[in-house]
């Protein structure tokens, strides 16, 4: 691929590596995993945003625990930068 990524998956520019429902009340919920260093690109920045602007659970998780409180508190925006 010309912008070095293995494989083209047909999901939005931005779009976040995991995603998934909750079955107790069936919210969708959107976990970008990064090291403790990674930063997020403007397209996942992009996508964050109207993730925010429509109160969907997303966040950026650094840890399995990271993803797990996202998910468990329901937290829109978690580890993007305010």
């Not at 995991?18 to 260093?37: A, C, D, Q, R």
């Not at 997303?58 to 305010?82: M, N, T």
Request: proline share 4%; hydrophobic share 30%; charged share 25%.
């Amino acid at each position: 691929m010309s912008d070095g990524r293995w494989f083209d998956t047909g999901l939005p520019k931005g779009h976040p590596d995991l995603y998934g429902f909750k079955h107790s009340n069936g919210k969708v919920f959107y976990i970008e995993v990064k090291n403790k260093t990674g930063r997020a690109r403007e397209d996942q920045i992009q996508f964050h945003y109207m993730l925010s602007n429509h109160n969907i659970i997303h966040g950026i998780a650094r840890s399995p625990e990271d993803a797990l409180k996202i998910i468990d508190e329901e937290l829109v925006g978690y580890g993007f930068e305010q």
